[in-house]
């Protein structure tokens, strides 16, 4: 583009879906001393333009007015996702070795919540719960329990686990090892 020349409002809008979600190509690249050294002498002296005044109220007006159409719920972008960086295009995006916590956070945002626990129908905070043990991206393996209900869960899973692993000792103690 031509320095001094404008885009038309179809062109920045177009220009700013495509920058979306994106970070400037030199993000996080350190600067040498001598870079430093001459953007600081080519920034010794200089003061702002407007130090020490003040906009006039005609001058104010027409930023207002040409600033309008892209403040808030105004801005051709506003409420627009980048879908290509979205779920598996994501870069971050880590399949299944996601983390507990991770997968609890996507499975939360994604699965739509109900109003009532689905073990006891009490209309009470929910929390999400695996309740196959299984962590996966499958929502059938995750229903919403209020709280008490999610411990109580958690707890008979965890006796009843408890309670296999030594049936599993004992048997492995009287045949030696042998499986049946």
Known sequence: MKKGSHCSLDSREKMMISH????????????????KKKISDALMGRTSPMLNKKHTEETRRKMSENHADFRGKKSPI???????ATGENNASWKGKNVSYRGLHYWIRKHKQKVECCEWCGEKKKLELANVTGRYTRCFDEYQWFCIKCHRGYDLKVRNLKEMTDNI????DDAFGGETI
């Open 168 to 171: 599993n000792k004992h048997l």
């Open 20 to 35: 979306l979600g994106k970070s400037p190509a030199n993000k996080g690249m350190p600067r040498s001393e001598e870079a």
């Open 78 to 84: 506003y409420g627009k996702k980048n879908e290509s």
